[in-house]
């Protein structure tokens, strides 16, 4: 699975196991259709293993941890299961290791989906997956958002009440240490965060960036997108399921000389397997889905300098994710290149609907500028991107594009 996307449920019975490197705490939490618990009884974990319909698993050590669900047995008004892990060590970071959900079958332990959250670094938990219940059918969503301040930020977001310490009165002598601030539901030690400062406290932290963050819809008109922010293409409540065009463009910097880039998107299944790639030597794919307009060789002049035309009413049902990249097949260097840009247009009207600006350069000569994920309700998402990689080809990003999902 890629982030955002979604399946249904084929059984009532599943069980979603998180692996990693290091050791994981993984717990469940039973949401409300406001987002939020009943009550701390809601939060299941290793320290309060079963609620109503949820159950914490252990591995024992030698086998990842487990949130089991059983659909049939989730009371009603609960409409949403949320899956979270963090690292066991007081503090660690997701930064090199790379979390997998496995959802399964909890009868048969059959793997229904697999999904990892890609690019991760100072977040210390993760939801990483959520089970919902929309029109009366469960499914499942790939999440992978994170947050910098650990599992106390996760069960404070999600209404899990957090003892907060009295600000002591000021010490004559030097204080004693502070204690930690600790959840009700089981008094977990590791749902900790500081002690509240005698001055008035800040803010709590934000969520770490993650995919899906600052998402946003059409409904004000043109979105201009930051690195990593997120649009669902609906305007009006409804998707926008009709013909759009990626327009992608750039200049030669500082008056240089011609840039012969390459835009081209790749397509992906939904277990981010490669399906086809769309570029200046293959102008249509997906049965006439996408085309290509064809390469440009210099950059010259203004406006696109390359357009790849999508049909998102006739993508087929195994193609979720499409990934827009642009390459220097002659080995020009991104920092050669000026007001590179990618903007979605409504084909039909030409109206611009969403841009991204690359705003920084590396020295490399590939990039990854925008994704397009579809989502189970048949919406699509476009995410902003600029992560630059070492690639001449298309051929050479479909890897590293497939992990950026």
């Known amino acids: 699975m890629t982030p955002g996307s979604n399946i249904p449920l084929p059984t009532a019975h599943v069980a979603v196991d998180v692996a990693a490197p290091v050791r994981l705490d993984v717990s469940g939490l039973l949401l409300t259709a406001d987002g939020k618990v009943r009550s701390d009884d809601d939060f299941i974990f290793y320290n309060q293993p079963a609620g109503p319909g949820v159950s914490y698993r252990s591995g ?26 963090s690292p066991d060590a007081a503090g660690q970071s997701f930064q090199g290791i790379e979390p997998t959900a496995t959802i399964r079958d909890a009868g048969s332990g059959g793997a229904l989906a697999t999904f990892t959250p890609p690019q991760l670094g100072a977040e210390t938990a993760l939801v990483i997956v959520e089970i919902y219940l929309r029109n009366g059918a469960w499914k499942v969503r790939a999440v992978g958002q994170g947050y910098a301040n650990g599992l106390a930020g996760i069960a404070t977001d999600f209404g899990v009440s957090v003892e907060e310490p009295a600000p002591a009165a000021a010490p004559v002598a030097a204080p004693a240490p502070p204690a930690p601030v600790r959840a009700h539901a089981g008094a977990d030690p590791r749902i900790a965060a500081p002690p509240v400062p005698a001055a008035p406290p800040a803010a709590p932290p934000a969520p770490a960036a993650a995919p899906g963050s600052g998402k946003i819809n059409l409904d004000k008109g043109k979105v201009s997108l930051q690195k990593n922010q997120t649009v669902s293409l609906v305007k009006g409540g409804r998707p926008l399921l009709t013909q759009v065009k990626m327009g992608l463009g750039w200049e030669p910097a500082y008056r240089g000389k011609d840039i012969d880039l390459d835009a081209s998107v790749i397509a992906y299944g939904p277990n981010r397997n490669h399906l086809d790639s769309c570029y200046f030597g293959k102008l249509s794919i997906l049965n006439g889905a996408i085309k290509h307009s064809g390469d440009n060789l ?3 002049g203004a406006g696109d300098d390359e357009v790849i035309v999508v049909d998102l009413g006739r993508i087929p049902a195994e193609a979720t994710g499409l990934v827009f990249t642009v390459n220097s097949f002659t080995g020009q260097k991104f920092t050669e290149v000026a007001k590179a840009y990618c903007r979605l247009i409504d084909a039909a009207t030409d ?7 690359l705003t920084s350069a590396e020295p490399q000569t590939g990039v990854m500028m925008a994704k397009l994920i579809r989502q189970f309700s048949g919406e699509w998402e476009m995410t902003g991107l600029g992560e630059f990689v070492k690639s001449r080809t298309v051929r050479g990003m479909v890897k590293p594009a497939a992990k950026i999902l």
């Open 60 to 85: 024992g050590g030698t086998a990842p941890d487990a949130i089991v669900v059983d659909t049939s047995a989730v009371p009603a008004g609960i409409e949403k299961i949320v899956v979270t892990a």
């Open 351 to 357: 109206e611009e609907l969403v841009r991204f600006d």
């Open 298 to 300: 210099t950059g010259e």
